[in-house]
């Protein structure tokens, strides 16, 4: 948003900025002159002014507004996002105690379809959400308004007294959650994400990485930053085993979003992550425009792989029918 345009002089935009953080209760000031504010519903705002910003410029705002309509089954196979039977597994995996992490670049849609994934969870599962900004909502009510499922909403808090995701994760375990949802892994607290996933609990999360493969290096740069007297190795097999189920989704040149690759986790050797790719969507060719700008590309969504007897077998003692793993158990091609 160009404020200086709309609204004229650098002083006013700064005041506009600071009021609408406001809403959210987060104070922009010469000690704290940037931050993310929840300004309404389904609406996130993240501004900054003086002395972070150009005098000139006054203030910055960028403002993300949730669609008001869920992204359903139907929005993300009609977009060639990804397939049905993409859609069934993510799905399967979380509804039967197999964590899934969601990794890509900031605009790749990835809590849009964390959101898709979650409301797909059964009514009778608990889930806890923890989140900077409120995005997620996964109430469900019935016609007279009582609540269907078991979610509970946690927020963290800013200075002063802040109330970090750290602090909140450690709440949730307390809370018996059956889906644990730390809405965005970037720093320390990922020891604790990856530690409650060994221990019992279905994590859902995202990150920011490049690939399938370098989400599990991000993932241990972060554990790092904890602080642990545990070698890399060591780490790394507990981060592939706290997250089996790798999604990498990516905004391609002609904006359409993909889900790049599915992966599969299935060990640790010399410090490399080794599993196999489940799904892949491939690039076929690019369309372009007089200009040489891309404006389509051309691909498809292609099985490659089955999934692991360790991973067949957790899921059968998690109560999946045989008929059902026999569906990605079989049929794939390497």
């Keep these: 948003m160009r404020l200086n345009e709309t609204f004229g002089n650098p002083e006013a935009c700064a005041n506009i900025v600071r009021k609408m953080s406001r809403f959210g209760n987060v104070i922009l000031d010469g000690s704290k002159p940037i931050g993310d504010s929840y300004i309404s519903k389904g609406v996130r705002m993240s501004g900054a002014i003086e002395p972070c910003v150009d005098p000139d410029a006054g203030a910055i705002a960028s403002i993300r507004k949730q669609k008001p309509s869920y992204i359903t089954r139907e929005n993300l196979i009609g977009w060639d996002t990804a397939t049905g039977e993409e859609l069934d597994f993510l799905v399967l995996c979380i509804n039967n105690g197999v964590s899934v992490a969601i990794a890509g670049a900031t605009g790749s849609g990835k809590t849009a379809d964390m959101g898709y994934i979650l409301s797909c969870v059964t009514l009778d599962k608990r889930i806890v959400t923890i989140e900077d900004t409120r995005e997620l ?27 970090t995701m750290l602090d909140l994760l450690k709440l949730s375990l307390r809370l018996h959650p059956e889906i644990l949802v730390p809405a965005e892994m970037r720093g320390k607290e990922a020891l604790t994400v990856q530690e409650a996933g060994r221990t019992g609990h279905t994590i859902v999360s995202t990150l920011h990485a490049n690939s399938a493969r370098t989400a599990y290096d991000r993932i241990l740069t972060m554990c790092l930053e904890a602080g642990t007297s545990l070698s890399e190795e060591r780490l790394m097999k507990n981060i592939v085993e706290a997250f089996p189920i790798m999604l990498f989704k990516m905004q391609l040149p002609d904006k359409s979003r993909k889900y790049m690759e599915v992966f599969e986790a299935t060990g640790v050797q010399n410090g490399e992550v080794t599993g196999s790719t489940l799904f892949k969507y ?53």
């Design 137 to 163: 909502t996964l109430t469900q009510f019935d016609e007279n308004g009582v609540m269907l499922n078991d979610v509970i909403h946690l927020l963290t808090k800013e200075e002063p007294n802040p109330i």
């Design 282 to 334: 491939v690039v076929d060719h690019y369309e372009r425009d007089v200009t040489g700008r891309i404006i389509k590309v051309a691909g498809s969504h292609k099985r490659m792989g089955c999934i692991s007897p360790p991973l067949a077998e957790r899921l059968l003692v998690g109560g999946v029918p045989q008929k059902e793993i026999r569906r990605f158990a079989e049929g794939g091609t390497v």
